[in-house]
């Protein structure tokens, strides 16, 4: 019979033995199959959605648990089963009242269950304290209410009291008492008027609080004060007030799609679906602001963030959405701004805010997810395009040519494909070739976006590199710096391949030291030292420039001087110059067949500088950490762009690569940087930042790599590093960092098991490769130290008897960690004692620890046999009946055993064949001797 033809009774059935057995993820699958199978609400269907709320408590999935239970209950009312599985989740999830209410009611419907008494005693206790704990909580909101919104009380005291307020509306109880006294109306009332900036952001943290994981309150608020109040308190200068009134909007579209701010949070459909018209009203006020000309910079920057922070969950629907509402028409129009350009309708933006649109629009393209989708864009930039060129002025050419510059740091297909169309590129070069110092301005930064890819460099190496020659001569500082850059990006269009120069040999030195003049000038602004670090972002492809730039230590330090501001804009110049000098790009790999191959058909084969040979690289990377980079990285690790963040991740690695830096690493806060991106950007970002995340776990101890919470958050990261997709080496540092976690204490070890490591580790001890074996098996035997460990082990399956394969190893380390796992696993676990029989070679084994030279192993199979020998007198009897016990005797004698532990161990393993009167004391010389007769009868016994 196949599983297709299996009943719904038998697929509950084969779930019960899987769930017997410790195997939950294929117990929940076969009651999940049986429920599919059974339409009508019956007894059994409401059987089966208690077994997998069964599995689901053990998987600690509590929400999902109160579902299966709610569905039982509604097929079963009053069933005890439901009720208590449903009351464990509850208290899991600090639900004390509802879980206390469910414990009351599993006594009325089984007066005799004596099993939750102990449950419904412990949770009245709970409801009790909370009870007296909400009378205090209720005192003080009232109290701070009193001087919180009271313009006659002091200053201080007002804002202690605000910020009191906040702390308790972080508080269930504190919230519930807040909303029910009305406390969205008195803040909506209170910022009419209030001036106190602190104190109007302490007022808009609470409301994110009160709406924060509840509906309920959500839908009540805005009905109560709209979508145009949080709009309006978002549109400041006020850098702490805008970003609460950006979180606080955040808060309310994640009550309304179920999602929190955790990077890998995903939305739930159905109350996506529930709420579409709240979360489509909430994406057009969004819209609306982002072209409104009374906003501020700084607001229109942060609405720009929140549509693209939501804009890649299909499950809201926004890419699309965003398209038939019109909202691309509308980003181009901010992507076409200019900052130092203003006239009678231009919106205030920021140095950031061309740079957050051309993000923004770059994340709406990449979730077109089909052809058609694709097109709708493109037709609508397109459109954008041919109306601003309709009108003949020349603001509108500008505006143009700033909208494609934009696209082209974006969505660059997009760009591109725009750039090519008849007449764009030769306008372009018309614009740099005037006198007009904003037409050349524009044009020039729109040259060097356009040159990014081989052939269009060619094509404006040969059109239009004479003019910016002529550019670079301008008296104009900003039409002189962007002309360097154009010129720098043109130079360097050949790479990293020494054999491509497109200018003569030397330009690339003197064009790096032009921008170096730029660079470390005080005197220049910000803006002329971003294009410098742009300018040398393109050179430090040529391992010379690298080399010279990495020993000017007044460049490098204006360079991270320049990361810190927090303009977003400087963002790409920098880290792409990083990435280049630590060389964290990717390198194809030649085959050396290949590349006689190529030599034969006579292709240009590239050739790299002996300049960025390993040892050049690893001491640039070395003195970049040495001046400080990590603490530049951390700053630039703030932006929303995944491939900025990729590139960030790049360099980590490149300095936690060298052993020597990788304590300043953490000392900047680099490990507290590097987890964000661990779980957020592209899968080569997400899984580089894990393998610095190892680096540094490996060689510091994990208290101080990652202190508090952290210590937790680390453990995804290292387990998605244990995958086939991976390389050998990030799954043995990954390995390695999650074994060093695993020796920290019990509730680490929790987590790991908690987040699906086990069988992942696991898999790798029976890799053929010897450090992923010893690595795995180190690992396991850390994790053993947890009594959840040991249900792995339960059950029928051979994970004990490949453990006493593994104390065989010649290699000392998985020999030592395969038998102490072994030591740990029998002591507490009596059907591990018995499975080691399994083994067929589980005698050699066992000789091959006792008889070890080195003691540390002889030590852990004295454990082992102790262990063996204390579980029955079964099992017992099989070790009495071999040679072992005179190898026990001979080490409780023997003087090369300077470990007493050992002799002593020996000695309790002898006087337990004793104690089970499988062996007879002797008076003098010997310790024991057997008892033939009742070994004989112990065996007879066992047959």
Not at 788 to 800: A, H, L, M, P, S
């Amino acid at each position: 019979m196949t599983k297709s033809d299996l009943t719904a009774k038998e697929w509950k059935e084969k779930g019960n033995e899987e769930f017997n057995n410790g195997f939950f993820d294929e117990a929940l699958s076969c009651y999940t199959n049986a429920l599919r199978l059974t339409n009508e609400d019956n007894f059994d269907k409401a059987v089966y959605y208690k077994n997998r709320a069964a599995v689901y408590l053990k998987k600690k999935e509590f929400q999902k648990v109160i579902k299966d239970c709610d569905e039982a209950l509604k097929i079963s009312p009053n069933d005890p089963k439901a009720l208590f599985r449903r009351c464990q989740a509850y208290e899991a999830l600090e639900r004390f009242e509802e879980a206390y209410r469910d414990a009351r009611a599993v006594i009325a419907a089984d007066p005799s269950n004596k099993a939750i008494q102990p449950t419904l005693a412990k949770l009245h206790q709970l409801c009790q304290e909370r009870m007296r704990e909400n009378s205090k909580t209720s005192a003080k909101v009232a109290q701070m209410f009193e001087l919180a919104f009271d313009f006659k009380v002091d200053k201080e005291k007002r804002e202690a009291a605000m910020n009191n307020l906040l702390v308790l509306a972080k508080e269930k109880a504190g919230a519930d008492l807040m909303y029910k006294a009305g406390m969205a109306m008195k803040i909506h009332t209170l910022l009419k008027t209030e001036k106190n900036e602190n104190i109007i952001i302490a007022t808009i943290r609470i409301l994110a609080e009160l709406c924060k994981d509840n509906i309920e309150r959500t839908e009540k608020i805005l009905q109560d004060i709209g979508i145009p109040w949080f709009l309006d308190i978002i549109n400041s200068k006020s850098e702490d007030r805008v970003n609460a009134a950006q979180y606080c909007i955040q808060v309310v579209l994640n009550s309304y799609s179920k999602m929190d701010n955790k990077p890998d949070s995903k939305p739930d459909k159905e109350y996506c679906e529930k709420y579409k018209k709240e979360i489509d009203t909430i994406l057009s006020s969004l819209l609306f602001c982002t072209t409104n000309r009374t906003f501020t910079g700084e607001g229109r920057d942060a609405v720009i963030e929140i549509i693209m922070r939501n804009i890649h969950y299909d499950a809201l629907n926004w890419a699309e959405r965003l398209v038939e509402l019109g909202g691309l028409q509308r980003l181009m129009e901010v992507a076409s701004e200019l900052e130092e350009y203003k006239y009678e309708s231009a919106m205030n933006i920021t140095s950031s805010t061309r740079t957050v649109t051309s993000v923004c629009l770059a994340r709406i393209y990449e979730n077109m997810y089909y052809d058609a989708a694709k097109q709708r864009f493109v037709d609508a930039i397109d459109e954008f395009i041919k109306d601003k060129l309709i009108s003949p002025d020349i603001e509108s050419k500008v505006r143009v040519v700033v909208a494609i510059t934009t696209l082209l740091l974006g969505p660059l297909d997009v760009g591109n494909n725009v750039v090519a169309k008849d007449g764009i590129l030769q306008m372009i070069l018309v614009m740099a070739g005037t006198d007009d110092i904003l037409q050349q301005k524009v044009a020039c930064e729109c040259i060097i976006a356009a040159a990014s890819k081989k052939d269009k460099a060619t094509s404006i190496i040969n059109q239009g590199v004479n003019i910016l020659k002529k550019l670079y001569q301008s008296k104009d500082d900003s039409i002189r710096v962007r002309a360097l850059v154009g010129l720098c990006k043109l130079s360097s269009s050949g790479g990293t391949d020494v054999s491509i120069r497109p200018f003569a040999d030397g330009a690339s030195k003197k064009l790096a030291e032009a921008c170096r003049r730029f660079l470390i000038n005080p005197k220049k602004d910000k803006d002329m030292r971003k294009w410098a670090v742009e300018g040398l972002s393109y050179l430090t492809f040529d391992a010379e420039v690298k080399e010279k730039l990495i020993e000017d230590r007044e460049a490098i330090q204006a360079m991270i001087e320049l990361s810190k501001t927090g303009d977003k804009s400087v963002v790409y110049g920098v880290v792409t110059t990083l990435v280049n000098l630590c060389n964290a790009y990717d390198k194809q790999e030649i085959l050396p067949e290949m590349l006689e191959l190529a030599k034969f058909a006579k292709h240009h084969i590239p050739e790299e500088s002996e300049l960025d040979d390993p040892d050049f690289v690893a001491k640039r990377v070395i003195a970049l950490a040495k001046a400080g980079v990590t603490s530049a990285l951390v700053s630039l690790s703030k932006t929303d762009s995944k491939n900025s963040k990729e590139l960030i991740a790049r360099i980590f690695n490149a300095i936690c690569a060298q052993v020597d830096v990788r304590g300043t690493v953490v000392q900047q806060g680099g490990a507290k940087a590097l987890i964000p991106l661990a779980l957020d950007g592209t899968d080569k970002g997400k899984k580089t930042a894990s393998q610095a995340l190892a680096r540094l776990g490996i060689t510091i101890n994990p208290e101080v790599a990652f202190p508090g919470q952290r210590i937790y958050e680390v453990i995804r990261p290292l387990i998605n590093l244990l995958n086939v997709e991976c390389s050998a080496l990030e799954n043995f540092e990954s390995m390695m960092a999650l074994c060093n976690l695993a020796g920290v204490n019990d509730l680490v070890r929790k987590r790991i098991l908690k987040e699906g490591g086990f069988p992942k580790i696991e898999n790798y001890m029976y890799e053929e490769h010897d450090l992923l074996r010893r690595a795995a098996t180190q690992c396991i035997n850390n994790l053993m130290m947890c009594e959840d460990t040991i249900k792995f082990y339960d059950g029928d399956n051979d994970r004990t008897k490949y453990l006493v394969v593994l104390c065989e190893e010649e290699d000392l380390d998985t020999c030592l960690a395969a038998s102490g796992a072994l030591a740990m696993l029998t002591g507490v676990c009596k059907a591990a004692c018995c499975k080691i029989f399994d083994s067929k070679n589980w005698l050699d084994a066992m000789k091959y620890l006792l008889a070890n030279p080195n003691q540390d192993v002889q030590h852990r199979g004295v454990v082992i046999i102790n262990n063996i020998m204390n579980c029955s007198k079964d099992v017992a009897t099989r070790i009495v009946q071999t040679d072992i016990m005179e190898i026990l005797m001979a080490l409780t004698k023997s003087e090369l055993v300077e470990n007493q532990k050992i002799k002593k161990l020996a000695m309790q393993a002898l006087e337990a064949a004793a104690n089970w009167k499988l062996m007879e004391k002797c008076p003098e010389s010997s310790p024991v001797v057997p008892a033939p007769k009742q070994v004989e009868n112990a065996l007879d016994k066992v047959e």
